[in-house]
């Protein structure tokens, strides 16, 4: 069964935050990370995956997306540091993919 991500990324500096919707974390994962993401993504270097969540339904994803994108900066960072107090990459570039990891969004927070 396909399943859908909302993630954040965020820079090394954590200064901006950009929240993204997916149906393939580990593509568009690499897609940021090699300059393809996007202006935004490009322009602020925002390649650190900090928070993921899953769905079963697009649907449930998108809205859930522009939810988190509505809220305050603040509301944001709580949302991250529940799961990820360190603000730890959960999929570092030297590590591999979340595939190779063995791991999918819902097991993504604890290890941080």
Request: proline residues 3%; aromatic residues 8%.
């Amino acid at each position: 069964m396909r399943t859908y991500c909302v993630y954040i990324l965020t820079n090394v500096t954590r200064n901006v935050m950009y929240v993204g919707v997916t149906g393939d974390l580990d593509a568009r994962l690499l897609q940021h990370r090699a300059g393809k993401g996007g202006d935004f993504t490009r322009r602020y270097h925002v390649h650190t995956l900090v928070h993921v969540e899953e769905f079963q339904f697009v649907e449930e994803a998108i809205a859930r997306e522009k939810q988190i994108k509505g809220w305050r900066r603040s509301k944001k960072n709580a949302l991250v540091e529940e799961a990820n107090p360190t603000w730890a990459d959960l999929c570092p570039p030297e590590e591999g993919s979340l595939a190779t990891l063995g791991m999918t969004g819902k097991t993504l927070a604890s290890r941080a």
